[in-house]
């Protein structure tokens, strides 16, 4: 029997050179991002205020299968990657199954989580067009720490708004960020408009990725030399995620192992995404690949509960529309501790997938649920996961155990997203018995799709 090591590195001359633009493959519908006052598909003109040029074409590039990686970012890749695809050795002889499980790890930077993938990616395309600074939010902490790496890298400004229950769960987040040189701002705020009309409603408010995204929207186009980056949900930072899914491949095709089953979860869709580029141009071109599972947390369930409609990307609604699996912009998930799962939408290009069912399944867990099984995973594979990866954990446990009742000999393949160094104050609530698996009412849900806006006809 072959030997399989228990991490796989792939050689710098075999990393990346090109993104993944899974849209290029897609040839089902393509439903455009709508502008928010003409509902007409916006154009790269209409998103240049928003994000900087490159990005605003990347975004709606749906005709180029590669794009070029910038021999500037594939330099600053080689810092903290390739990101090793380990084999779950010990988790495998933890669940007695004869599966094999493994896991692309990519918590090994000091961000802590793949976020850094784009980060780098959109400051270099920022640094190019000359611009001052960035805005954006974070919500558990990764994206802006991942932000604030690579603005100092490239000598860019940042100013960061973090969703304020993330804020006072993570106070060391906004002292990485800081050290990196970022300004980062409680959201709700007072420092803007929009931040002022979420208080003036709820002046407790613990806020939400949606508030967040519309004051650091505002801030950006308020100062000049500035524009927005967002770290999830947008085909660009899909589009940089790629890189996750290629590696994996190519050091699968090494091993001369093919994945049954590929798992990630599922906030805004971006490290699932990322992992699907690996795997995803097989399905769509109609030969064999693997089944995929999206994971989401019960208390924000866009993919299992959302309706596939038009909606804004934020609570402000100023941004453009996107058709996407969407629990309403004004949707604020109850303070459960998965941070980087909170976002009201998911990734139009995953919720079109999904819709058109290439990706099978998506799935839900209570965050109590989650938690025992990162400790599980912890105690046996040593490695502390992030909240959000333990989602992807719990499903590949899962499947891992029907192969178990089967017999059957599958490859599951799930990624591990980021480490859970910055999350012990959640871990400490589960240790003492505080973390339920709380979900959503269905009074709950029905009140945030009265919030949608009207659907358009045309698309
Ligand atoms: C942000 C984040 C996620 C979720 O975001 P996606 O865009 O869905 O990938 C998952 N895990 C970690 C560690 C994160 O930081």
């Known amino acids: 029997m072959k030997h399989i090591p228990y991490k796989t590195y792939l050689p710098e001359s075999e990393l990346p050179k090109a993104f993944y633009n899974v849209r290029a493959d ?11 006052t003409t509902l007409k598909p916006v154009t790269v003109e209409d998103l240049e205020p928003i994000f900087c040029t490159e990005l605003a074409r990347q975004e709606l590039n749906d005709t180029d299968r590669f794009i070029p990686i910038p021999e500037e970012v594939q330099a600053f890749f080689r810092m903290y990657r390739p990101s090793p695809l380990v084999r779950a050795y010990c988790l495998e002889k933890e669940l007695d199954t004869p599966a094999e499980i493994y896991y692309k790890y990519e918590g090994g930077n000091t961000s802590g989580s793949h976020k850094l993938n784009s980060a780098i990616a959109q400051a270099y395309y920022a640094k190019e067009q000359g611009l001052k600074g960035v805005t954006t939010e974070t919500g558990a902490g990764q994206w802006g720490t991942a932000l604030s790496m690579a603005c100092a890298y490239f000598g860019l400004d940042l100013k960061v708004f973090m969703v304020r229950c993330s804020a006072q769960q993570k106070p060391y987040r906004k002292v990485l960020m800081e050290t990196y040189g970022a300004t980062v701002t409680p959201s709700p705020s007072s420092m803007t408009k929009m931040g002022r009309s979420f208080l003036e409603k709820d002046p407790e408010s613990s806020g939400s990725l949606g ?8 801030v950006s186009m308020n100062t000049p030399g500035y524009r927005y980056t967002l770290g999830s949900v947008l085909n660009q930072v899909l589009l940089h995620q790629s890189v996750i899914g290629l590696e994996t491949r190519t050091a699968l095709d090494h091993l001369e192992v093919e994945a049954d089953i590929v798992i990630g979860c599922a906030g805004g869709g971006s490290n699932l995404g990322g992992l699907l580029a690996g795997f995803i141009g097989d399905k769509l071109a109609g030969k064999k690949a693997p089944y995929f599972i999206a994971v989401e947390p019960a208390s924000c369930p866009s993919l299992t ?10 609570a402000g609604k100023v941004t453009p529309l996107a058709k996407m699996y969407t629990l309403g912009a004004t949707f604020v998930p109850p303070a459960g501790h998965a941070g980087g799962l909170r976002y009201h939408g998911m990734s139009p290009i995953l919720s079109q997938l999904y819709h058109d069912c290439f990706i099978e399944e998506a799935r839900s867990y209570g965050q109590k649920d989650v938690f025992e099984t990162a400790v599980r995973f912890a105690r046996c594979e040593g490695l502390l996961p992030a909240p959000e990866s333990a989602h992807a954990i719990k499903a590949a446990v899962e499947e891992a155990l029907k192969c178990k009742e089967s017999g059957e000999k599958k490859v599951i ?30 009074g709950d ?11 358009s006809e045309e698309f």
């Open 211 to 218: 508030m967040a995204i519309s004051e650091a929207l505002e």
């Open 26 to 36: 897609m040839k089902t519908d393509h439903r455009p991002l709508l502008h928010p």
């Open 413 to 442: 393949v799930f990624g591990l997203t980021g480490t859970g160094t910055f999350d012990l104050a959640a871990y400490q609530a589960f240790h003492k018995g505080l973390l339920e698996n709380t979900g959503l009412t269905e």
């Open 445 to 455: 849900l029905q009140q945030s799709f009265r919030a949608l806006p009207p659907q």
């Open 305 to 314: 509960k959302g309706k596939f409609a038009y909606d804004y990307c934020d």
